[in-house]
């Protein structure tokens, strides 16, 4: 699914990846590991597509609409409701029911019932969730998490770990988390930078 | 894929994007009740910078001249805030990930550009024309035909600088030097007596920079 | 050696050569302009810099569009370089337009004269160039974000040049007469000799250039390597 060869990338001055050898097949889950600043994020902002590697080669076979993925921000308007969130992204993604699988989304994370609300009323937790529906909207064949438990509350948190188990039996999930206790289990990778 | 189907995706795409941010300007109503009251508040400080004792002609001149150089402070004013939600909350990073086509971005949000544009010049020149001349044909002509202009390059100008270190500031100085053949076409079309040619190169201007700003916008907001 | 390593000092000989040439032939071979008198030869100076400068303007949007099209970042150097060439030629197009402009009617400017109005333009949507730059960290995109700028730039040329023309009909602008297309045929000469050696001179200090930043960043590199 992804392969890289001596990958790197550059701020100004500053490698933050640098020399970084990838090849994760289909269905893996890799968890990535690292104190702050060791690239993590940077990292699965370069595996979703999001930045460009600045040395090195990177190949990801899936393409932008089987891509999910969930950084720091939990990418919602603010000022639209989760219908509307879903709405949206979900025409974007050419999801097929996209009305339908967004009530089954908000209904499986817990926020059907504030559907109709402003998301900027939500907590930090709820908004966090949300992002998650719009990432798994389109049922992506790769899923990219970055930190995904640093902003959820205890219920979500447990959510996301039965979530976790049965996303990756079917699909290529990459999570990046400080704290990989948790879902140690469930990796078949791990990657320490 | 046919390309029947690619052009009704894509159509859709921008319809629903310019639907989301008409949407969430109709929510937080930030930018055009600033537009609104910026452009009469300018037009106010205007009349006091245009001296008493002018030909008739001269006047007509120098009060339109200060009509489009409102207008385009204005229209800047708008576009400063074009990408603050996706700037900010990097939602920019969300529509960029989706497989839609980027362009779609940026002609979404030129057509809103030019919708809250509109909506400043419905209060603007009635204020115009109470303060200063009444406003002709071949003037709401040029305005239209600027707007286009104004706000194609200024689109692809606001994601350059919403991306950049010094944000705001970056972009009157990326789009004011773009602005000036906007600037002399709109004069020419309310002063002169053929305001013809400088309505075509204002067609010609948008056709351009709108085909320019269309196929570069994806180059600015991906890496 | 190659070629390749000597474009700079190559260029550069031929632009002196060149260059000695038409400011020789300039001063002593070429008639005297009926109208004007002597100044007028600061013509054979003026106008090639600015043919200069758009060709430097042009060479910097077609690397730029390169950039954009192969995704090679190698090309933003270069479209760097040629932009700023420009911008140094514009600076000349305008101060020896300003000289021409005082020595022939005791102005230091005349929003009459064309050329100078759209350098003016151009001097100043460069100079954002510049800030663009200086406001985004060097990378990817900072590359893509000067290259469509750039583009943005030379297509601004031709319909700024438009616009000027346009704007006369209600500034009414006053326009000194000057003769351009009524030359001599040893004018002409002279004319395109001294085009031919200011494009030399550019190419020559656009390589030089180049090859001086492509050094810094291969040193900058090398430290790198070894820390």
């Known amino acids: ?193 | 894929m046919t390309r029947a189907i690619a052009a009704r995706q894509y159509v859709s795409d921008v319809a629903v994007l310019a639907r989301k941010d008409a949407r969430l300007e109709l929510r937080s109503r930030d930018t055009v009740p600033a537009m609104l009251l910026f452009v009469v508040v300018a037009l106010v400080v205007f009349h006091f910078a245009v001296p008493a004792d002018l030909s008739e002609e001269t006047e007509r001149i120098v009060s339109f001249g200060l009509l489009w150089v409102a207008l385009l402070f204005t229209a800047i004013l708008g576009l400063t805030r074009a990408f603050v939600a996706e700037r900010e909350q990097r939602l920019i990073d969300a529509l960029v990930l989706a497989p839609c086509d980027r362009s779609a971005i940026w002609l979404a949000k030129t057509i809103a550009v030019v919708a809250f544009l509109l909506l400043a010049e419905l209060i603007a020149l009635p204020a115009f024309a109470l303060f200063f001349e009444p406003v002709d044909a071949p003037t709401i002509a040029a305005i239209l035909l600027a707007n286009i202009g104004i706000a194609a390059v200024g689109t692809v100008l606001s994601a350059v600088s919403a991306a950049s270190r010094t944000r705001e500031l970056l972009l009157p100085l990326l789009l004011l030097p773009l602005a000036i053949p906007i600037i002399v076409g709109g004069i020419g079309a309310s002063v002169t007596d053929e305001p013809a040619q400088f309505l075509a190169f204002l067609a010609l201007y948008d056709a351009v920079f709108a085909i320019i700003s269309w196929s570069t916008f994806e180059y600015v907001v991906t890496e | 050696m190659s070629l390749r390593n000597n474009l700079g000092p190559t260029f550069a000989l031929v632009a002196f050569t060149f260059l000695i040439a038409a400011f020789a032939l300039a001063f002593y071979w070429v008639p005297t302009d009926a109208d004007q008198g002597f100044s007028q030869r600061i013509f054979y100076v003026h106008v090639p810099l600015a043919l200069t400068a758009y060709a430097c303007f042009a060479w910097g949007a077609w690397k730029a569009l390169r950039l954009l099209w192969t995704n090679d970042n190698k090309y933003d150097l270069e479209s760097y370089t040629a932009v700023h060439m420009g911008v140094i030629f514009g600076i000349l197009v305008l101060v020896t337009g300003a000289i021409w402009a005082r020595i022939s009617w005791g102005v230091w400017w005349s929003w009459g004269e064309r050329q100078l109005v759209l350098f003016l333009i151009l001097f100043l949507f460069y100079c954002a160039y510049f800030m663009l730059r200086n406001s985004v960290d060097i990378g990817p995109r900072q590359a893509r974000m000067s290259a469509v700028y750039a583009l943005f730039g030379v297509v601004l040329i031709p319909i700024s040049f438009l616009a000027i023309r346009l704007s006369e009909n209600f500034i009414h602008p006053v326009v000194f007469t000057r003769d351009g297309p009524q030359m001599a045929a040893s004018m002409f000469f002279v004319f395109c000799l001294s085009t031919v050696g200011t494009i030399a001179l550019a190419t020559a200090l656009y390589h030089v250039e180049l090859s001086g930043k492509r050094l810094d960043l291969k040193l900058k590199q090398r430290r790198k390597a070894y820390s």
């Open chain 1, 1 to 193: 699914m992804i392969q890289a060869t001596a990958l790197g990338r550059r701020f100004g001055d500053r490698d933050v990846i640098r020399g970084l050898d990838l090849d994760i097949p289909h269905d893996a889950f890799l968890l990535v590991t690292g104190g702050n600043g060791s690239g993590k994020s940077t990292l699965l902002s370069i595996l979703a597509g999001l930045l460009a590697p600045t040395d090195g080669l990177l190949k990801v076979s899936a393409g932008r609409g089987e891509i999910g993925y969930v950084g720091h921000e939990p990418l919602v308007y603010r000022e639209l409701t989760p219908l509307e969130n879903l709405d949206l992204f979900g025409s974007l993604y050419r999801v097929a029911g996209r009305r339908e699988r967004a009530g089954v989304l908000l209904e499986r994370y817990s926020l059907w019932d504030v559907r109709d609300e402003h998301v900027s009323t939500f907590s930090r937790g709820m908004q966090q969730r949300l992002g998650l529906c719009r990432a798994l909207l389109h049922d992506p064949q790769l899923l990219i998490l970055d930190e995904p438990y640093a902003a959820l509350d205890a219920d979500g948190s447990s959510l996301l770990d039965d979530q976790l188990g049965e996303l990756a039996q079917t699909r290529t999930v990459v999570v990046s988390s400080h704290m990989p206790e948790r879902i140690e289990s469930l990796a078949t990778l791990q990657l320490a930078l």
